[in-house]
């Protein structure tokens, strides 16, 4: 590979998956496999595609399953998933503070944009002072008002338009997967060698 594809690769790798990425080797093996990841309708598979080769073991896939039959969630909060786009997300955490959630501040959820979290973004800690309050009215709102109440989402949820069995959803990036290794593999087969 060329020193500029080398770059290239890395800097797409780093960009994506922030600073930590910048000591690892570069390799084909993550730009092939990425456009896999916009077909399975989830980012956290391009995660888990893009670290297998860099030594992981295991993937978090949270939003493609929220959408499957087998998902707990009511059928209007599925309807909200199979409806919403990525760009209606945003990463947020007032839906923890309202709900006083010990979820970690330092990863904050991505969910769908709503009234109540436009009115309370960037005002945390005014939120978390009357915690108490906003959590009353939070809960007296219908469960599928989604004008405040959480629909957790990842960006990729605008190419989410069905509730397939969980199992279809494996089969499905299992059959993509070979397929698109295939097809990048053909790639790389047919490109010139330059050095
Ligand atoms: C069932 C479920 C529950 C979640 N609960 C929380 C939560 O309590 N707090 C939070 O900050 N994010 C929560 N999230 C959001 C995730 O942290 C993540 O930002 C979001 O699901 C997008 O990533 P994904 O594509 O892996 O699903 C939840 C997601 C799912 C699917």
């Known amino acids: 590979m060329s020193s500029l594809l080398k770059a290239v690769t890395l800097e797409v790798i780093r960009r994506q998956y922030g600073a930590r990425w910048g000591s690892c080797r570069p390799s084909w093996t993550p730009l092939l496999l990425y456009p896999l990841s916009r077909r399975v309708a989830s980012p956290t598979v391009a995660d888990w595609l893009l670290r297998l080769p860099l030594g992981a073991a295991g993937v978090l896939m949270g939003t493609r399953f929220t959408a499957s039959r087998e998902s707990l969630w009511d059928q209007a909060m599925k309807d909200a998933t199979l409806a919403a786009g990525g760009d209606q ?12 959630a010990p979820w970690p501040a330092i990863y904050p ?72 290794l295939a097809q990048g593999a053909k790639l ?8």
Not at 93 to 99: H, L, P, Q, S, Y
Not at 164 to 178: C, Y
């Open 89 to 100: 997300t945003e990463q947020t955490r007032v839906f923890d503070i309202v709900r006083g």
């Open 109 to 180: 959820g991505r969910a769908l944009k709503n009234t109540f979290s436009a009115r309370w973004n960037g005002r945390e800690d005014a939120l978390s002072a009357e915690q108490k309050q906003q959590e009353e009215i939070y809960l007296k709102t219908a469960p599928d008002d989604f004008g405040t109440r959480v629909v957790w989402a990842g960006e990729s949820v605008d190419l989410i338009k069905d509730s397939p069995a969980a199992s279809e959803i494996i089969e499905r990036v299992v059959a993509q997967a070979a397929e698109i």
């Open 188 to 195: 790389v087969r047919n490109t010139p060698r330059t050095v």
